[in-house]
């Protein structure tokens, strides 16, 4: 495993962090509440072992169930050998009492008196004029000084301009999350983001280095490609090394599933190199950067922040047959398995928008579902 600094914040961290919105599940299904725990611990020990020290959550991860199980792997012991990370959910909060108490909730969930790096969650223009609103820095620096949260931390999720906002307004952050892969390089954060925080010191972790698994399985044009250049190696690697390629970046964060999913990045960790990638590697990204760029369906990253929904619309499920359909061309496989249930991912939704403030990615989710439900219902 290769260790790098977290900005000022006078740690080391791993290259490759473990984020917890992705855990087995029984059912199977992403950031259900229905943990499969045994597996989870498993899951999160063996990350530990391997070498990973940075653990990243949420309150809100798997329907607020993600920090419990956190909470119960890291006994007995390996509380001690992590960076903890987690994050404050706004929509939470509606007066500056409601920072205490979600925090609390958190430590207390966590079985610990401390956390590493507090986060406030996805925040853009208009979360941040809230928190601006309600005084919630003075908070968390409150907490940061009664020893309740060690580094005061935001993740990010909307235009860059929002973002150059954010990190000028306040002198004191320790920490930002952007999203950071090669597709992603001028979008939200992008490149530019990484640069301005590390120019004022500021840590900077990857989220979404696969972009929420996209990247981890060529689509056939781009498969086609590497074929026809030789290229042999993973994929996946090829993916991670881009992040680890920036040496602004501290932590590439993965949302590993599987042990096979954690072995397998706990090996390309150990060649987590700044500037490992050779020009040549970075001409191949560029050019796989194009084929994408050019068959693209919709952004969702799975990330599942518009989840539950109350009519039963499963929509991050619903983009991925979409998507499935757009760029793989199965058509067929997409209908078949959309056609599975009585009630197909995208049907019932009544255009309602909730969902929509959530989406990091700005999705216009009303918009698509009866689109979706149109292309791939057989009803």
């Known amino acids: 495993m290769q260790y790098r600094k977290l900005g000022t914040a006078g740690v080391e961290v791993s290259a490759l962090g473990l984020g917890c919105m992705r855990l087995p599940a029984l059912d199977n299904v992403t950031s259900s509440a229905n943990i499969n725990e045994p597996a989870a611990i498993e899951l999160i020990h063996q990350a530990i072992n391997g070498g990973i020290n940075y653990l990243d959550t949420a309150y809100v991860y798997h329907q607020e169930r993600s920090e419990e199980v956190v909470g119960k ?108 892969n090669y597709m992603d390089i001028e979008n939200q954060a992008g490149a530019k983001g990484v640069e301005l925080a590390a120019s004022k010191g500021i840590g900077v972790v990857a989220m979404e280095p696969l972009r929420g698994g996209k990247l981890a399985k060529p689509i056939p044009a781009v498969e086609a490609f590497l074929k026809e250049e030789g290229y042999s190696s993973s994929f996946v690697e090829l993916a991670l090394r881009f992040v680890w390629d920036t040496p602004q970046i501290g932590v590439a964060i993965s949302g590993m599933t599987t042990l096979e999913q954690l072995n397998e990045n706990l090996s390309f960790a150990e060649r987590a190199l700044a500037g490992g990638l050779s020009s040549e590697e970075h001409q191949l990204i560029k050019k796989i950067r194009g084929i994408y760029a050019a068959q693209e369906g919709i952004p969702c990253t799975d990330c599942g922040y518009c989840m539950p929904c109350e009519y039963g619309v499963k929509i991050p499920f619903a983009f991925e047959l979409y998507n499935e359909k757009l760029i793989y061309g199965i058509e067929e496989e997409s209908r078949r398995v959309y056609n599975l249930w009585s009630k197909g991912p995208a049907e019932g939704c009544i255009e309602c928008g909730e969902c929509e403030p959530k989406c990091p990615q700005d999705i216009p989710i009303s918009e698509w579902m009866p689109k979706i439900d149109a292309e791939l219902s057989e009803k």
């Open 73 to 180: 792997a890291l006994a007995g012991g390996y509380r001690d050998k992590v960076q903890l990370a987690t994050k404050l959910p706004l929509g939470m909060v509606k007066e500056q009492a409601d920072f205490d108490r979600v925090l609390n909730t958190s430590l207390l969930r966590l079985g610990t008196d401390h956390i590493d790096f507090y986060l406030f969650h996805g925040i853009g223009a208009s979360l941040w004029k809230k928190m601006c609103d309600l005084e919630l820095l003075g908070c968390a620096e409150k907490a940061k000084a009664d020893g309740r949260i060690g580094n005061i931390c935001f993740s990010f999720h909307g235009e860059y301009e929002a973002y150059e906002q954010i990190i000028n307004g306040y002198d004191h952050w320790d920490m930002a999350q952007v999203m950071y």
